[in-house]
């Protein structure tokens, strides 16, 4: 029995926030609570658990039981890694049942032994896609990016490109760490089992000293099979850490997307003029022109200068890179089958003559190609000089020469991005050729619904599934927790993630 004796109807005291977090209510609960959620995605913001258990139990919980609970809902959905890495045998024993094509290659730690197999590194590329790649573009980007979460990891990504401009998921790696041997296994592998004997193919990076080594070493990616190509936004990132000057750093930058020899080395005198060394460093010192200049580097990049798409793909990955690894292979697996869906319907849906950003782009270089001069040198071999017009700004009013035979006009876009030009429209106009047919294959619809006929299969319910008889292990060093302290969910912001002052703000209907 008791009994209130003293009543307070007003509080005097200091203090007017009171934390009310509950010692019943442990992570486990908020575990339960929150699985829904984790089930639409496993990155549920802290923040949005914390709102989320306030609002169903009344009580304030501090961001580590949060965090701890959304860990716990995690494994409780997909396993912990442990269990995930002894459950990866048999579930890509399955995919590649269902999927056949599908590769998956193992590479095993040193130290393993025929009686304890211990997991190092692993490489799927699903069958589809690399069906798929035949009718791309023979341009590649490759990048890594690091596991979310408390555990080690690198996961390493090549995407390409459709005939819709978008990107192409193509080979996955899961390894330790980015270095020397993770990259040249990826490189190889990527080698034998996506790109096969295509020559001349085209691979954007930034300037990790593990690919340098792989594409200068490997004798699958030497001349004539590939070439190595450089990201001008980290080579512009680079350039102005070494020179902190931002008028150099826009020449460089302009020098590197000229598709005109005459515009590019207008750039580089002026570089020269204001600081010889950067000069140096540009043509030869770090790197050679051929490797970030669009204009130097002989077409084999498509006029594609970053890795911008990887980059939107590991982003598009967030979701996944804090799964263990199974569920971050069927993660990717979902998210491609997904991927085929969506352009299968687009690419026979589609009602214009090209792919719909192709299209665009020559509806904007027909519009263009009305106000061109065009004057006839040689009809039967199809030479033609095209003046632009005049423009209020004293601008334009430039003489480019077309060569319809070869497929190629001076002002270098033709040839860079194997699309025609506006000059190169206004001449087919003046000879009565359709502007369509000198458009790539590449570009076309007939590549764009060849690369989506490949069909993905599902996988038969777990219990259906034989065990394997691989049996993985993983060595303590790999569940290594990370350094104390909050976890780097997103990757350190440096030079290269800051807007240019000059480049003005536009909407994505004024791109």
């Not at 860990?71 to 590649?96: C, K």
């Not at 692993?122 to 990016?145: E, N, S, Y």
């Not at 980015?178 to 930034?206: A, K, P, T, Y």
Request: charge should be positive; include cysteine; aromatic fraction near 12%.
């Amino acid at each position: 029995m008791w009994m209130i004796v003293t009543l307070a109807d007003a509080h005097t005291c200091i203090r007017v926030c009171f934390n009310n977090d509950h010692r019943g209510l442990s992570s486990d609960i908020i575990a339960e609570h929150i699985i829904p959620h984790i089930m639409n995605g496993p990155v549920y913001k802290i923040k949005e658990i914390q709102a989320s258990v306030k609002q169903e139990f009344h009580c304030d919980v501090s961001y580590k039981k949060a965090w701890y609970a959304r860990r716990r809902a995690i494994d409780i959905l997909y396993g912990d890694w442990p269990t995930s890495i002894s459950q990866l045998p048999t579930y890509i024993q399955e995919l590649q049942r269902s999927n056949p094509g599908t590769v998956v290659v193992w590479d095993h730690h040193p130290s393993s032994t025929p009686s304890n197999i211990i997991f190092d590194y692993i490489f799927w590329a699903f069958a589809p896609a690399i069906q798929g790649f035949r009718h791309l573009k023979p341009v590649i980007c490759v990048d890594g990016t690091f596991l979310k979460g408390p555990y080690r990891g690198k996961l390493l990504v090549a995407v390409g490109f459709d005939a819709n401009g978008s990107l192409f998921p193509l080979a996955y790696a899961l390894v330790d760490e980015e270095n020397n041997r993770s990259w040249h296994w990826f490189m190889r592998l990527l080698r034998i089992h996506v790109c096969g004997d295509m020559q001349n193919i085209c691979i954007i990076s930034d300037r990790h000293h593990g690919i340098i080594n792989a594409m200068r070493t490997l004798e699958e990616w030497q001349e004539p099979l590939g070439v190595h190509r450089f990201c001008s936004i980290h080579i512009r990132s680079n350039f102005i850490q070494k020179f902190k000057n931002e008028r150099l750093k826009n020449l460089m930058y302009g020098a590197g997307v000229a598709n005109q020899t005459r515009k590019y080395e207008n750039f580089m005198n002026v570089i020269f003029s204001l600081n010889t060394e950067a000069y140096a460093w540009l043509t030869g010192g770090s790197v050679r022109p051929e490797q970030w200049a669009l204009c130097k580097d002989g077409g084999y990049r498509w006029g594609h200068i970053s890795t911008n798409m990887v980059e939107c793909f590991n982003n598009l990955l967030r979701d996944a890179r804090l799964l263990p690894i199974t569920a971050l292979i069927r993660f990717t697996f979902n998210q491609t089958v997904d991927l085929f869906v969506k352009n299968h319907k687009v690419a026979w849906d589609e009602v214009y003559r090209l792919p719909k950003k192709s299209w665009d782009k020559y509806v904007k270089n027909e519009q263009k190609r009305r106000a061109h001069a065009v004057q006839v040198f040689d009809h039967r071999m199809g030479i033609y000089c095209i003046t632009t017009a005049y423009r209020q700004s004293h601008q334009g009013g430039n003489a480019q020469t077309v060569d319809i035979e070869n497929r190629t006009c001076t002002c270098g876009k033709w040839r860079e991005f194997r699309f025609p030009c506006s000059h190169a429209i206004a001449a087919c106009f003046r000879c009565g050729i359709s502007p369509l047919t000198l458009v790539a294959h590449e570009h076309t619809f007939s590549s764009y619904q060849a690369t989506f006929t490949g069909n993905f299969e599902p996988l038969r319910d777990p219990k259906y599934w034989p065990v394997a008889e691989l049996q993985l292990n993983i060595i303590g060093g790999r569940l290594k927790q990370k350094m104390p302290g909050p976890l780097r969910n997103s990757r350190i912001r440096n030079q290269m993630d800051r807007r240019c002052p000059d480049v003005p703000r536009r909407c994505s209907n004024c791109l």
